[in-house]
């Protein structure tokens, strides 16, 4: 079983940056991040591989999100820049052994979730 913990959630204005981390209790294969906004269901943002030589990422955050990992210290981050107010979601990650997937039933880890907060 691993655990994965994320932190850096926050109220920011738009156009605002943030960084999101996810860490992890021990080694991880791919790492997503998801999120949910109130009254919508749960929508893939961004995955890494445990490599790093596999980043899938969804289409309204193309160019604005960065997902990047450092296995030494078994955390994932997902950069978050020129945020919008329609990027309000509270942001999970999740992790499995090593599928490489943007399917949400691929993953087994999942972290409590983290609030993003963007203010117009």
């Known amino acids: 079983q691993v655990q994965l913990v994320e932190s850096g959630g926050r109220l920011v204005q738009a156009g605002d940056s943030l960084r999101l981390s996810c860490t992890a209790s021990?080694?991880?294969?791919?790492v997503g991040w998801f999120r949910q906004a109130p009254g919508k269901g749960r929508e893939f943002v961004a995955a890494?591989?445990?490599?790093?030589?596999?980043?899938s990422y969804e289409d309204s955050v193309q160019g604005r999100f960065v997902i990047s990992r450092d296995n030494g210290q078994n955390t994932v981050y997902l950069q978050m820049n020129s945020l919008k107010p329609e990027d309000t979601a509270v942001y999970y990650c999740?992790?499995?052994?090593?599928?490489?997937?943007?399917?949400?039933?691929?993953?087994?880890?999942w972290g409590e979730g983290t609030q993003v907060t963007v203010s117009s």
């Open positions: 021990g080694r991880t294969g791919t």
């Open positions: 890494i591989s445990w490599s790093g030589d596999w980043m």
């Open positions: 999740a992790a499995n052994r090593g599928i490489v997937s943007a399917r949400e039933s691929d993953y087994d880890f």
